[in-house]
Each structure stands twice: as C-alpha cells, then as structure tokens.
C-alpha cells in the first residue's frame, strides 16, 4: 500500500506540475496577445496613406497614394483625389510603403555555434517554443514570408509552428518549407565527429539509394513538408565533409525530383560545387541554395531552365564579425575566408548573366534584425537597390509559386504591406529602418514615429 501510495503523490505533483506548467503558457500567451494590441488590431476596411510606395513590379514610386485593404485583400490602390472618405485611417506619409519581405531560405531552429549537436539538447516541443519568438521577430522586421530550408528537429517543429500560424494561434510570418533535409551517409546532415560505435540521431534524413530516397521524400511530404531540400553536396558548417564533393548520385537526385513531383512538391538543392549544381539542375530541382562555386555552363543551364540561385552571402560575413574564433564554426570561417572572393566572382556572374536571384538570409541564430543586410551583399555583388528589393519580394514570391497572392502591391493580393524610412532604391539600408508592417491585413507593428504632417481631415490610425 506504501508504494502505491508513494506513487499517487507522485502523480499529484506530476498533476500539478503540468497544471501550472499550463497555466504559465497560457498567461504567457495571454501576455503576448493582451500586452501588444496593436498586433491584434484589424477590421474589415482599412486605408493606408503612402508617402511613397514602391509596388515591386519594376515602376517607379509613387508618391501620395491611397491603398485600401479590405479583410486580409488589397481592394483599390488610388490617389488622393480619388480617396474615400475613411473609417480607419492609417497614415504612412513621411514613409515609404512596400510589400513584405520574403526570406527563402531560414532554419529558424538553429542557434548558438554547436548546431550540430544543439538539436539533441530540447525536446521538439522546447524548439518549437524557440522557433517561434524567432519567426514572430522576423514578421516584426518586415519578413512577412518565410521558406524553412530544413531545420534542426529530429520531428517536424517547423511545421508545428507553421500550422500553428495558420490556425490563427500565433501571429506570425506565412511559413512554407521542408521539415528536414535529406543527406547521404557521411554527407552534410550527417554527425560525421563521433566514432562508429556512437549512434547518435542527426538532425537531417540519413538516405542512400534511389529507394531510400524516394521513402524519405514520401515521408516528408506524409508530415506536411511542401517543399523538398536536398544536401546535394558537403557543407560549410558541417564537420568531416567537402563543400566541393557531390554526394548524390544522379539517380538519387532524379528519384528525389520525380517522387516529390507526383505529389506537386517542388525541390530545392543546397549545393556549393559546381558539378553539383548541374547534375541537381539537370534533375529538376527549382532552386539552387547557395551556388559558392558555379560555373559558366552552370549559369547557361540555370538561365535556360528558369532555375532560381539563393545564394546566402550574409551569413559568412556574419560568421567572421562575431564568430571568427568559435571552435565549432572553425570549418566555416576558414572556409569563408579562403574562398570568399571566388564565391563573390561567381554570384557576380550569375547575377550578370541574368539568373533569378532571390534573397535568402540561411538565418542560423544570428540578431534577425542583421538578416536585412543580405539585401546590401546583392547590392555589393552587382544588383541596383531596386532589383535587390525585388529579389527579396517579387522574385522569392515567383520562386515559392505564391505570386498569386503576395510579392507586389497589387489589387487582389494580399495585403502584406511594410513601410521604412527613407527609400530604399536609393540607400538599401533604409530596410533596415522597418517602421510599419502589415501581414494579411493584420497590422503587426505601427510605430508612432511613421504619422506624417499632413492636414488632414481623417482621424489619425489608433
């Protein structure tokens, strides 16, 4: 009877213990939606005075104009002559307007310098909670869309945190992406550090051979995975492989593109050498992530396919100004440092060459608010501010097939909208300055700093 009553106690507090674990949770998202209400404010027509907007779709800003939002849906954009009377009045006149950002390759789940092994610390439910103040930082950085490129969780948290969004439990960014990236034995999301008689999980899908590949991408997309990323060569920031060494097979590669197209699910391909990039393009992959070393006929085979490049260079800037003595990160800063003038050289051409450059900022626990800087490395490397924006929305929108529905500021989209002092198609910095966003008509974030001057009748936003 002792025993049995030892373990009711127990159980109590275990009782307990989940019952103010609960309760903590609750209050702390409780705290989250009643202490920022601005986050929760929407109604069903609002209108937003532009200063200037830049639309993304290759014109000129324009100054002065009227946009209305209706739901989550850009209804009319007009100019101030032909403005409506308002019932909600959000003025942005001494900023410039402009759609949500889109960040196409995060791993949201990852930080510290240990990535490696920081996955085998937390359970997925930990990670998740981790994985979502990040994703919720981005949206309030102007990151409206984001595309997890794999992520470190032996379940599927980026997920979670994805379809915890679109329930409507969190505010935060529209998430599309691949739970987890497929690798091969020894390859870039292998724990390639431990002795053989370790059995330690990696964060990635361990898969050699057609069959155990096409398994592998069948059970990606079973647990709500709408996008396949492929470990197509060695990495930088993974230890024991070769960024320059392809690891799959050809075969490999045309099972991975061919299973995941039965099921409308398009690949991307993390590859550095430039054999790698060609036999993954040649597969039919739709993006490229990274691109360190590609080559002239990889370029020509990129252009003629429509395939995107992400090339990702921030990162490794970032790895040098806060982690060039980090033991883990060694690989990677060695790595940067030897070759990143040939990288830039080949980014450049490609670039030159016309190939569809998006923006992905591979965010890996660095400040979010240092992502922005990606925009300023295509800058660097070849790109006008304006087509850098364009990079970062209209083209990502077109590289996740979603330019339907975001990407421009057009009537019929949704209304992911931003707003930044300054303009940022003269000084892409001005990016960095995010004073107002917008996601789905759900104001995020307004600061009081952006209402302009202007006599007006309209009653100020509040």
């Not at 007009?78 to 003025?91: G, L, V, W, Y």
């Not at 501010?385 to 330019?403: C, H, K, S, W």
């Amino acid at each position: 009877m002792g025993r049995f009553r030892i373990y009711d106690i127990r159980r109590g507090r275990m009782r307990a213990r989940r019952f103010f674990t609960g309760m903590m949770i609750t209050g702390l998202g409780l705290l989250f939606l009643i202490g920022r209400p601005a986050l929760l404010t929407g109604r069903d027509v609002q209108r937003i005075f532009c200063g200037a907007m830049l639309d993304a779709r290759g014109d000129d800003a324009r100054s002065d104009v009227l946009i209305t939002v209706t739901g989550d849906r850009i209804t009319a954009i007009q100019s101030p002559a032909e403005r409506p009377r308002s019932d909600t009045f959000i003025d942005l006149g001494r900023l410039t307007v402009l759609p949500g950002l889109i960040d196409a390759h995060v791993h949201p789940l990852i930080y510290g310098d240990d990535y490696q092994i920081n996955h085998l610390k937390h359970s997925s439910a930990a990670k998740a909670l981790h994985g979502m103040k990040v994703v919720q930082e981005f949206l309030f950085n102007g990151w409206t869309t984001l595309r997890i490129a794999g992520d470190a969780d032996v379940a599927f948290a980026p997920l979670d945190i994805r379809d915890a969004i679109d329930k409507g439990l969190y505010r935060g960014p529209r998430i599309v992406g691949a739970g987890h990236y497929l690798s091969v034995t020894g390859g870039g999301g292998d724990i390639n550090f431990f002795g053989p008689e370790h059995d330690f999980l990696p964060d990635g899908l361990i898969v050699d051979g057609p069959e155990e590949v096409r398994r592998a991408v069948r059970r990606e997309i079973k647990y709500g995975s709408d996008w396949i990323k492929l470990l197509v060569t060695g990495a930088f920031m993974t230890a024991g492989d070769n960024p320059r060494d392809v690891h799959f097979s050809p075969e490999e590669l045309a099972a991975a593109v061919e299973e995941a197209a039965r099921r409308g699910v398009p690949v991307m391909a993390h590859a550095h050498s430039a054999e790698g990039v060609k036999q993954a393009v040649a597969a039919g992959v739709r993006s490229i992530e990274h691109g360190t070393f590609i080559d002239e006929e990889a370029i020509r085979m990129m252009k003629e396919r429509g395939t995107y490049l992400v090339p990702t260079v921030y990162v490794g800037e970032y790895f040098l100004e806060q982690h060039r003595d980090s033991r883990s990160l060694a690989k990677a800063v060695a790595l940067h440092i030897k070759y990143n003038k040939i990288s830039d050289d080949n980014i450049r051409r490609a670039i030159k060459a016309g190939v569809k450059v998006g923006i992905g900022t591979d965010f890996v626990g660095m400040p979010v608010p240092y992502c922005v800087r990606e925009f300023a490395q295509m800058v660097r490397l070849g790109m006008t501010p304006r087509q850098a924006l364009e990079a970062g929305t209209r083209v990502n929108a077109e590289l996740l097939m979603l330019d339907d529905k975001i990407g421009t500021i057009e009537v019929g989209k949704l209304a992911d909208i931003i707003a930044v002092r300054g303009d940022p198609t003269r000084d892409i910095a001005a990016l960095e300055k995010v004073r107002f966003v917008m996601k789905g008509g759900v104001v995020i974030r307004h600061d009081p700093e952006s209402e302009s001057l202007h006599n007006r009748k309209d009653p100020p936003y509040s």
